[in-house]
């Protein structure tokens, strides 16, 4: 069942904020996923890139999985995906063999910022109207709560 503002705003219960928040992340997944098809991307695929381009860099792959909230076999897949693509690599650990660092390519930056402008756009659409306190006022909410998580 998809979110509904108005029972949002009678229901004030702590506990409906997750629930909002499950339904928003999935409902952005959705959107964004229909914007990053036209480049031959999905969502899991930008998450893993916009941790490689904004992360530390030749991240492990155990390192990067954690990051973006995957398990190991899925990150795997999705790097397999990226690797197939073109925009990114697994290199050898320069200390242990067994261990495999990932990096973006020199020609993944066209796909990074074709896939950074459409999750932008997608954000502009979804706050439009919203007063910047009231985002800011989110922000520091939801970075509160991730604190305690």
Do not use: H, Y
């Not at 959107?31 to 890139?49: F, K, N, Q, Y």
């Not at 990051?67 to 242990?96: F, K, M, S």
């Not at 932008?120 to 800011?136: F, K, N």
């Amino acid at each position: 069942m998809a979110f509904s503002p108005a029972a949002a705003a009678s229901d004030i219960a702590p506990e409906s904020i997750p629930l909002a928040l499950n339904d928003l992340a999935r409902g952005w997944r959705s959107r964004l996923d229909e914007r990053l098809r036209p480049l031959g991307l999905s969502c899991a695929m930008w998450a893993v890139i916009r941790r490689l381009a904004n992360g530390p860099a030749a991240q492990t792959q155990r390192e990067l999985a954690e990051a973006v909230g995957i398990e190991g076999p899925t990150l795997v897949r999705l790097l397999d995906r990226l690797e197939q693509c073109g925009i990114a690599r697994r290199v050898p650990d320069a200390d242990d063999r067994r261990i495999k660092r990932v990096e973006l390519s020199e020609q993944a930056r066209p796909s990074w910022d074709a896939s950074l402008q459409a999750g932008l756009e997608l954000s502009r659409e979804l706050t439009r109207g919203i007063a910047a306190s009231d985002l800011e006022t989110t922000r520091q909410v939801l970075v509160t709560m991730l604190a305690r998580l």
